[in-house]
């Protein structure tokens, strides 16, 4: 066994940890309900995809639909990146506002 997989059990950080729990901790939610935030905002790109090519099609329509919706999502998301990050600076023991 290599001296990185040693290190690795040691500090609890397996690829199954690194693919499926470390990032929902970070946002500080569980596996299921950071499945459920995702899938929120995948189904709703889904849905502003239809609007968008709406609009392309008839421009009178979905004419601020999906600019809006886009935006809000954006402040949504930035809050829970700027979480994740700020969780990661903590966990690693420094903090630096320009990482």
């Known amino acids: 066994m290599s001296q990185t997989t040693i290190d ?12 499926f729990r470390d990032h929902p901790r970070e ?3 569980t596996y299921l309900q950071h499945m459920a935030a995702s899938a929120g905002f995948g189904f ?8 968008a090519f709406a609009h392309a099609i008839v421009p009178g ?3 601020i639909t999906v600019s ?6 954006a402040k949504d ?3 829970r990146a700027e979480e994740a990050r ?3 600076m903590r966990d690693a023991g420094v903090w630096d506002v320009g990482l």
């Open 8 to 19: 690795r059990r040691r500090s609890g950080s397996t690829p199954f940890d690194r693919l």
């Open 68 to 73: 809006t919706a886009i935006r809000s999502m």
């Open 27 to 29: 946002v500080d939610e």
């Open 44 to 51: 709703k790109l889904l849905g502003l995809a239809g609007a």
């Open 77 to 79: 998301m930035g809050g």
């Open 61 to 63: 329509v979905h004419k």
């Open 86 to 88: 700020e969780t990661r």
